[in-house]
């Protein structure tokens, strides 16, 4: 089922970067994303370079250190949106499952046997982990294990559920000072994430069921990134839900 939305893609228009985010957590389904995976750079069929596929997960620590002999040249992507366990336990449902320490542990031992970089996702959300502080620590973890990663910041889009629970997006000012922090003080390479589709709640974060808005409707809950609109814009990626 995997490798059939490839396909299907394939027919449209060809796609050259293969991105496991999204509705679910690609690592408790391994066995189906590595035998998809060797299906799309099987050089018989699609043959897409390992490189251009990124794995993205919440942190299974185990299946992160198997990846990295499963699929040796394939991206990691951890959705870490935290600086610390405390913080995390708060946003992340899985934050107990997972520690901070044992993730970044998991990390490093991924990189030393790939010599990959490691992307990291941050959702930054307005005074709960945008702060200076949080600038700093984080850098501090990711520098003091010896972590050559890039910190992907993307700005917290509003949801019903969400905005509920008092979450709301964190000041320009700030997100560009978290940056500024984390390249000038530490030396780590931050992207901050465009904003698409928030017009029509597909931006990143977005893509979930409002049963009062629209009771009808069919639509995935999608609690990681890559809505629908940057994928039309850009029509070159394919963000792969199973």
Same mark, same amino acid.
């Given at each position: 089922?995997?490798?059939?939305?490839?396909?299907?893609?394939?027919?449209?228009?060809?796609?050259?970067?293969?991105?496991?985010?999204?509705?679910?957590? &690609?690592?408790?389904?391994?066995?189906?994303?590595?035998?998809?995976?060797?299906?799309?750079?099987?050089?018989?069929?699609?043959?897409?370079?390992?490189?251009?596929? $990124?794995?993205?997960?919440?942190?299974?620590?185990?299946?992160? %250190?198997?990846?990295?002999?499963?699929?040796?040249?394939?991206?990691?992507?951890?959705?870490?949106?935290? &600086?610390?366990?405390?913080?995390?336990?708060?946003?992340?449902?899985?934050?107990?499952?997972?520690?901070?320490?044992?993730?970044?542990?998991?990390?490093?031992?991924?990189?030393?046997?790939?010599?990959?970089?490691?992307?990291?996702?941050?959702?930054?959300?307005?005074?709960?982990?945008?702060?200076?502080?949080?600038?700093?620590?984080?850098?501090?973890?990711?520098?003091?294990?010896?972590?050559?990663?890039?910190?992907?910041?993307? &700005?917290?889009? &509003?949801?019903?559920?969400?905005?509920?629970?008092?979450?709301?997006?964190?000041?320009?000012?700030?997100?560009?000072?978290?940056?500024?922090?984390?390249?000038?003080?530490?030396?780590?390479?931050? $992207?901050?994430?465009?904003?698409?589709?928030?017009?029509?709640?597909?931006?990143?974060?977005?893509?979930?069921?409002?049963?009062?808005?629209?009771? %009808?409707?069919?639509?995935?809950?999608?609690?990681?990134?890559?809505?629908?609109?940057?994928? %039309?814009?850009?029509?070159?990626?394919?963000?792969?839900?199973?």
């Amino acid at each position: 089922e995997i490798f059939e939305q490839l396909v299907h893609a394939m027919r449209i228009e060809k796609i050259r970067n293969v991105v496991f985010m999204g509705m679910g957590e &690609p690592l408790n389904n391994y066995k189906s994303v590595v035998s998809s995976i060797m299906l799309m750079v099987d050089h018989r069929l699609f043959g897409l370079s390992p490189s251009r596929i $990124t794995v993205s997960t919440v942190g299974v620590t185990s299946r992160i %250190k198997a990846m990295a002999s499963d699929l040796p040249g394939v991206n990691l992507a951890l959705s870490l949106h935290a &600086p610390n366990q405390e913080i995390r336990l708060e946003i992340v449902p899985t934050g107990k499952a997972y520690p901070v320490e044992k993730l970044i542990a998991a990390c490093r031992s991924w990189q030393n046997e790939t010599g990959k970089l490691i992307f990291f996702e941050y959702v930054v959300l307005g005074g709960i982990n945008d702060h200076e502080s949080h600038a700093r620590e984080l850098g501090d973890l990711l520098t003091r294990n010896g972590i050559n990663g890039i910190v992907n910041l993307i &700005p917290w889009n &509003p949801t019903v559920a969400g905005t509920m629970e008092g979450y709301k997006a964190p000041d320009n000012g700030r997100l560009l000072g978290f940056q500024r922090l984390l390249r000038e003080e530490h030396g780590i390479r931050c $992207t901050i994430r465009r904003e698409l589709g928030q017009d029509i709640n597909s931006a990143c974060g977005q893509l979930v069921i409002n049963s009062e808005q629209q009771a %009808k409707s069919s639509c995935g809950a999608d609690s990681s990134c890559g809505g629908g609109a940057e994928r %039309k814009k850009v029509g070159l990626g394919l963000l792969l839900d199973w």
